[in-house]
């Protein structure tokens, strides 16, 4: 069974930075893409980042590019979310997430961490 665990979020000031880990255990990543999301309240989820295990292709949100850097540790089997110049609309619940290379994000072959809470102060 997959498990996901994230740490690393907490309260940071606009324009300061975090970096978000994903520990992942229970499965066979390297054929896996792993992503993150938020939700703030009264939003939907979001997609962040996102990068192939084998090959590690990224993607981005466009509310993010230039200031996120997803990455992963394959040793460790650990992802990675650093987060630099954050601003008071990353405020948000995230997770992370993964999934089976021939699934897709949304559909049941996700799996899902419990969240971790980012906080920019307006």
């Known amino acids: 069974q997959v498990q996901l665990v994230e740490s690393g979020g907490g309260v940071v000031q606009a324009g300061g930075s975090l970096r978000l880990s994903c520990a992942a255990s229970g499965g066979t990543f390297s054929t896996y893409f792993m992503g993150w999301f938020r939700q703030a309240p009264g939003r939907e989820r979001e997609f962040v980042a996102s990068i192939r295990w084998s090959g590690g292709s990224t993607y981005y949100g466009d509310s993010v590019k230039g200031r996120f850097t997803i990455s992963r540790d394959s040793a460790k089997n650990t992802v990675y979310l650093q987060m630099n110049n954050l601003k008071p609309e990353d405020t948000a619940v995230y997770y992370c997430?993964?999934?089976?290379?021939?699934?897709?994000?949304?559909?049941?072959?996700?799996?899902w961490g419990q969240g971790t809470q980012v906080t920019v102060p307006s």
């Open positions: 997430a993964a999934r089976p290379s021939y699934s897709r994000w949304g559909d049941e072959l996700n799996y």
